[in-house]
């Protein structure tokens, strides 16, 4: 595999998805955001992930409409595009209308894969803003996802699928789905490795997805722990590579694909140059050890930490 080559898997009903994407949330404006994505489908980026609640969704459509132009893609049928359900739309009686606000957005017929963002229903959209326990409660998910199976049989999606759902979540969708979700988007890094559920996930044919795969240092909620991180830094350093890049092509090595986010030129590129080489096996053994440190908390990004207990006890997340 050469470099700024990106491999495709298949999904549960064949249709292939590049293993790397470019994720999409945003703090910069419409047009920065749009300049960035553009330049995503330079460095070879065909798979972008976005969400309503991301406000970025008209900022990806204008890139791809502009990529199409420039010629950089020829069409946008050769991109994937997942967006998410918003939390605040999570009811059944919303879900059509969100599906087309999304598409509105786009200003496209249909996406590759629409996915439930969490398994929770929220009173309002959070974007850096505070969440009180009254604004969460639980979804519908029967419901929900019943209409998320007739979005796919009307065409608006090409597959559908879920983010944040813990192996009991996924177990209570599967006794009630006629379509199964094709994916699961998950926090998943060298040092959050997600081993129970993805051979859970495994067994039910479900394709495991990584958001936050170097820790989402620079946030207000991440960590550095990965770029940081001795171990990867000596692998680095004998392989010519970037702490970055082992750190990403170790999580490839596990079978998942991974959503990177940076607007930086240079590191896309390098996000992307993971392909053509590989980790020994004492190099694996290496990663496997280091100590297990989850980045994202639901409530750290809500801004309340007394709402661990209450967000943990419904997303029901298992111990590794």
Not at 205 to 219: E, F, K, N
Not at 228 to 244: D, F, N, P, R, Y
Not at 291 to 320: E, S, T, Y
Request: aromatic share 6%; net charge neutral.
């Amino acid at each position: 595999m050469g470099k700024g080559v990106i491999p495709s898997v298949r999904l549960m009903e064949g249709q292939p998805m590049a293993v790397m994407g470019m994720g999409t949330a945003s703090i910069l404006g419409e047009e920065d955001t749009k300049a960035a994505i553009v330049e995503g489908m330079k460095a070879g980026f065909r798979h972008f992930d976005t969400a309503y609640s991301y406000g970025t969704e008209k900022a990806l459509g204008e890139a791809i409409r502009e990529g199409v132009e420039l010629g950089i893609v020829k069409s946008r049928e050769e991109l994937f595009i997942t967006s998410k359900l918003s939390p605040v739309f999570a009811h059944p009686s919303l879900i059509l209308d969100a599906i087309h606000a999304t598409l509105q957005n786009l200003k496209m017929e249909y996406v590759d894969m629409y996915l439930i963002h969490i398994p929770l229903k929220l009173k309002r959209e959070v974007r850096g803003g505070k969440v009180e326990k009254d604004d969460i409660s639980a979804m519908d998910v029967k419901g929900v996802w019943e209409m998320m199976e007739h979005c796919k049989n009307l065409g608006l999606t090409k597959a559908i699928g879920v983010s944040n759902f813990s192996i009991p979540n996924l177990t209570h969708l599967l006794s009630f789905a006629k379509i199964p979700p094709a994916l699961n988007q998950v926090e998943m890094s060298v040092v959050w490795h997600q081993k129970k559920l993805r051979e859970f996930c495994k067994t039910k044919g479900i394709h495991v997805t990584a958001y936050s795969p170097l820790g989402s240092a620079g946030t207000n909620w991440g960590h550095n722990k990965i770029v940081e991180s001795h171990v990867l830094s000596q692998i680095a350093e004998a392989k010519g590579k970037t702490t970055a890049q082992v750190a990403l092509r170790w999580l490839y090595e596990q079978e998942v694909s991974i959503v990177t986010k940076s607007f930086n030129k240079e590191r896309m590129r390098q996000n992307i140059d993971i392909f053509d080489w590989s980790l020994s096996e004492e190099e694996l053994a290496n990663i496997n050890q280091l100590p297990q440190h989850r980045a994202i908390v639901f409530a750290n990004i809500f801004g309340q930490h007394d709402l661990v207990l209450d967000l943990d006890a419904q997303l029901n997340h298992p111990h590794l």
